[in-house]
């Protein structure tokens, strides 16, 4: 078959890649560094699909987010065990350095945010939702000059809190943690995320580039509450981690 | 089963890897044209069930846009429910 000449073709074919180093993020959710060989780079926002192959052929495929801008050929991914979870588990609790599996990407062109866009940047995460926000939030630092951030992040308790040092050491970012379940440092009682908090979070006078992601019933509720805001739905940019994530 | 709840999907986002590689471009930035109520969506906004393959919702009217089937050799893309879909050509500026 021939291809039209005018189309980018993607390259989206599995590589290998070898875990090079681990770091415990919160007692359920550790950070895996892989080496790929020839890893194109990619963009803040972007995920990878991994696959995971049993000796008897079995495979198992899920989707987890970049951690950490371009760097060569790493990539870094932070993951969440989930109780039961047939990928997540595994990768918190049994993967070793120097293990391998296969993963696909840079994969996705929406759900992302490059450092030369303008417009100030609004980021709400569940869960782990913050994984991809993380590296918008460190591809960030990486520029002169970068418009303004504001992140709102819901955990259900302080232990839960992902890269809780880095966030409050981020020069020139406003960060508020909500906790839904223990709230800690704070007078806003624990609770799900609610329009106070996105009115409270939201820079004045102007829609800010807003990227929405975590649990997709999270991702939901705050759009809803965004658009219920006035907020222009061209300005949002959304990724669901599907029923899981936690928050 | 693919029921339609508030939970149990993820986005256009989340099933690019498949999608794109069945496609060979970048499936999210593809805008899909629903075939019954017209609205035109970007692939990164459907609704995406995992059940018969993974299928991809209208996020107006979750009206089905599109079915991919994998298997180890082919994938099955099923568009019907899209009336049309328009592609950036690259060279263009980026959104
Ligand atoms: C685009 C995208 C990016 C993603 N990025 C990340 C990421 O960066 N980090 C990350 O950790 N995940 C991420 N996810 C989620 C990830 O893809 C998997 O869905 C997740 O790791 C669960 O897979 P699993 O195989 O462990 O669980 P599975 O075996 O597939 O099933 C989940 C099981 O866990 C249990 N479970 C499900 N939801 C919950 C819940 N809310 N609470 C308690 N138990 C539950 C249930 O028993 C369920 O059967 C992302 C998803 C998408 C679509
Ligand atoms: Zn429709």
């Given at each position: ?48 699909d991994?696959k ?7 495979s198992a495929q899920r989707s ?18 989930l109780?039961?979870g047939e990928v ?127 649990p997709t ?23 669901r981690f599907g029923p899981s994530g936690?928050? | 089963m693919s029921t339609i709840s508030d939970s149990d999907h993820i986005d256009g986002n989340g099933a690019a890897g498949p999608f794109?590689e069945a ?23 459907a609704r995406v069930y995992d059940g018969a393959g993974l299928v991809a919702r209208?996020?107006?009217?979750t009206?089905v846009l599109g079915r991919l089937v994998s298997t180890?050799?082919?994938a099955w893309l099923d ?17």
């Open positions: 078959m021939t291809e039209p000449a005018t189309i980018a073709r993607l390259r989206l074919g599995w590589r290998v890649a070898t875990a090079v180093e681990i770091r415990e993020v919160t007692p359920t959710a550790r950070t895996i560094v892989f080496d790929v060989p020839g890893w194109p780079g990619h963009a803040a926002g972007q995920h990878v991994v995971l192959t049993s000796s008897d052929g079995y987890y987010s970049i951690a950490a801008p371009a760097d060569g050929d790493r990539v870094e991914l932070t993951v969440q065990r109780p039961g997540s588990s595994y990768l918190v609790d049994e993967l070793v350095v120097g293990d391998q599996l296969e993963l696909r990407g840079p994969i996705g062109g929406w759900f992302t945010w490059h450092g030369t866009e303008t417009m100030p940047v609004l980021l709400v995460a569940g869960g782990s939702g913050i994984v991809p926000i993380m590296t918008m939030v460190r591809q960030r630092a990486r520029i002169a000059d970068p418009p303004p951030f504001t992140l709102l992040y819901s955990v259900r308790t302080p232990a839960d809190i992902y890269y809780d040092a880095e966030l409050r050491s981020r020069p020139g970012l406003d960060v508020t943690i909500l906790f839904t379940r223990k709230a800690f440092g704070t007078n806003r009682p624990a609770g799900r995320i609610g329009p106070d908090d996105l009115a409270a979070a939201r820079p004045s006078g102007m829609d800010a580039r807003t990227y929405i992601c975590g019933s999270f991702v939901e509720t705050v759009s809803v509450l965004l658009l219920a805001q006035g907020q222009n739905p061209g300005t949002i940019r959304t990724e936690g928050r | 794109s496609l060979g471009i970048d499936a999210t930035n593809a805008v899909l044209t629903c075939a019954r109520c017209a609205r035109p969506s970007r692939f990164a906004e209208c996020p107006e009217c009206s180890p050799t082919d568009l019907r429910g899209a009336a049309s879909i328009r592609v950036a050509l690259p060279g263009g500026t980026p959104r």
